[in-house]
C-alpha cells in the first residue's frame, strides 16, 4: 500500500471554530487511539464507520502512521467540516482508504460495521445553544456516547471526558453486554469550547453529584476500547474507573 504524505496543509483553509472543530490535541490523541486500539488490530475485511468525521485530521493522521488497508466509512452533518475532510482526503491520497458522508449516521446501518468509532459530543450543558452547537452531548454530556452504544456493533471505541458522567456511561455499556478491553488516557487542559460559561456551570453542578471529575486546570479525556462479551476477553472497567475519577 501506498499512501501518500504530503508536506503541509497550506492550500486548505482554515475555518473558525464555530464553524469546524479545532482541537489538535484532541486530534492527536483521537488518531494515536485509532491507530493503537482499531487500525493496528484490524484487516481489510473489517468494516468500520466513524460517527462525526469532522474535517478527517484523526484518521488521516492514523491511517498514514498504520499499515491498514481497508476502507473506514465516516459520516458528517456539518457542511464546512465535511468539505474539509474531503479535500484533506483527496490531497492525501487516501481516498481509497477513507470516504466520508455528508449526511446523516443513524440512517447508515451501523449495525453490519464490525467496529464503530468516534469523538462525540461530550459536552455538558442544558440545550445547545453553544459557541458550536454541534458538540452538545446532552444535560451530562454522555447522551450521543451512550446512543451510539446501543447500536449493537462488535466493537466499538469511543472518547470519553471525565467530567461527562463516565460512570454511568460504563454501567450502559455493561448492561448492554460490553466489556472495557483497552483504554487510553491523556490529560487535557480546558480549552475554546470547554471552558464557556454555561458548560463549565454545568460541569461544576455534576461534579457536586460525582457525575464530574476535574481540577481545577485539567481533566482526563479517554480513548476507550469497548467489545461485546467474551469468555476470551477480560473486562478493564473497574480500573478504567479508578483513574478517570481520580481527579
Known sequence: MNKTVLASDAAIEVKSPN????CPEESQFYAQCL??????????????????????????QALLRSAFDGTIQGYELNADSYKLAKLRIEQYGLTPYYQVH??????????????LIANPPYLPAPDNNLYMPSLHGGADGAGITNQLLTLGCEQVMLMISAYSNPVD??????????????????PLKFGYYSSEPKVRNTIT????????????????????????????????SEEFLKVMTAL
Not at 464553524?19 to 479545532?22: I, T, W
Not at 443513524?106 to 460495521?113: G, T, V
Not at 456511561?169 to 491523556?186: E, S, W
Not at 455534576?206 to 476470551?232: M, T
Request: aromatic share 14%.
Open 169 to 186: 456511561t460504563i454501567n450502559h455499556a455493561k448492561q448492554l453486554g460490553y466489556d472495557v478491553v483497552d483504554f487510553m488516557v491523556t
Open 102 to 115: 455528508n449526511n446523516c449516521f443513524f440512517n447508515s446501518s451501523p449495525e453490519k460495521a464490525r467496529y
Open 19 to 22: 464553524q469546524v472543530f479545532f
Open 35 to 60: 491507530e493503537k486500539m482499531v487500525l493496528s488490530q484490524s484487516t481489510s475485511a473489517d468494516t468500520i464507520i466513524e460517527f462525526g468525521s469532522g474535517d478527517g485530521s484523526p484518521v488521516i
Open 205 to 236: 453542578e455534576l461534579q457536586r453529584r460525582r457525575q464530574a471529575f476535574f481540577s481545577e486546570r485539567i481533566y482526563f479525556l479517554a480513548g476507550v476500547l469497548f467489545r461485546q462479551k467474551s469468555a476470551l476477553t477480560s473486562c478493564l
